[in-house]
């Protein structure tokens, strides 16, 4: 096993521990999970303009979205943020790893493990209770599962970047609030990127955090044709490799003028 697969295998295995702050997130996705159901079809309700997505589609949308919650980057990794703050990130880079790799293997298990450990129990209990609809086709199913795969990497060198960043701040909250903003509106975490007017869709096509949780869901929905999976891998193909360049290469800047105690 390398060492990067047993960096995963042990943090992913660690985290898997926290089953009972994974009954407090399921509790949570589900009591937000219904909020948002009630709010959309409220609005279905009130309206007869025609749709883009039916509120099936809709319903099945937000319960997918809330139980890949975890799966965002929603904040710095605080084991990574506090050896920034310590110093003690020195360590880290005298070890016989790429330092970038061995914060995107972490970041992979953090983002992994938590949404295995929700998402297994809510799936179910929102298909048979809350109207969660199953893939519109196995081809469906291969696309969101191959797409998922993909923003599950996307996730983790956007994570990564938000770490890197803490080489030039104090505190990492700051970045950590403004990538919640932007990620909880522009994925479609909040509201389906097909209810946006026109406008609006043109930019947020072709920004990353589309490829987070807009694409893998219209897939499993059928919204996006599975024939559409090759340049939808690509676009989140595209935006994992700007992330990983930019990144390293940041990184690799910060490392050169990094300062611990004085030295």
């Known amino acids: 096993m390398s060492a990067y697969a047993a960096i995963f295998s042990a943090r992913f295995r660690t985290l898997l521990q926290y089953r009972a702050a994974a009954?407090?997130?399921?509790?949570?996705?589900?009591?937000?999970?219904?909020?948002?159901?009630?709010?959309?079809?409220?609005?279905?309700?009130?309206?007869?303009?025609?749709?883009?997505?039916?509120?099936?589609?809709?319903?099945?949308?937000?319960?997918?979205?809330?139980?890949?919650?975890?799966?965002?980057?929603?904040?710095?990794?605080?084991?990574?943020?506090?050896?920034?703050?310590?110093?003690?990130?020195?360590?880290?880079?005298?070890?016989?790893?790429?330092?970038?790799?061995?914060?995107?293997?972490?970041?992979?298990?953090?983002?992994?493990?938590?949404?295995?450990?929700?998402?297994?129990?809510?799936?179910?209990?929102?298909?048979?209770?809350?109207?969660?609809?199953?893939?519109?086709?196995p081809a469906a199913f291969v696309a969101w599962v191959l797409s998922m795969c993909a923003a599950l990497m996307l996730s983790a060198v956007m994570a990564t970047f938000m770490a890197i960043l803490m080489l030039w701040t104090v505190s990492g909250e700051g970045i950590g609030r403004l990538m919640m903003i932007a990620m909880g509106f522009f994925s479609g975490m909040y509201v389906p990127l097909p209810l946006f007017p026109d406008w609006a869709r043109r930019v947020l096509d072709v920004l990353p955090w589309r490829g987070l949780v807009d694409i893998p869901l219209r897939l499993y929905m059928g919204h996006l044709a599975p024939s559409?999976?090759?340049?939808?891998?690509?676009?989140?193909?595209?935006?994992?490799?700007?992330?990983?360049?930019?990144?390293?290469?940041?990184?690799?800047?910060?490392?050169?003028?990094?300062?611990?105690?004085?030295?």
């Open 23 to 137: 009954v407090a997130g399921l509790a949570t996705q589900l009591f937000w999970g219904v909020i948002r159901v009630m709010i959309f079809t409220a609005f279905y309700s009130s309206s007869s303009a025609e749709q883009p997505m039916s509120l099936a589609q809709v319903v099945t949308y937000i319960w997918l979205s809330q139980a890949m919650f975890r799966l965002l980057p929603w904040g710095v990794d605080p084991g990574i943020r506090q050896m920034i703050r310590s110093g003690s990130v020195a360590y880290e880079m005298l070890r016989p790893l790429d330092v970038y790799s061995l914060w995107v293997t972490r970041a992979v298990a953090n983002h992994a493990a938590p949404t295995l450990l929700r998402a297994a129990p809510m799936v179910p209990v929102a298909f048979l209770l809350f109207g969660l609809q199953g893939p519109d086709s």
């Open 228 to 263: 559409e999976l090759p340049p939808l891998l690509a676009f989140q193909g595209v935006w994992i490799l700007v992330f990983v360049v930019t990144g390293r290469s940041i990184l690799s800047l910060g490392a050169k003028r990094l300062v611990i105690q004085g030295g």
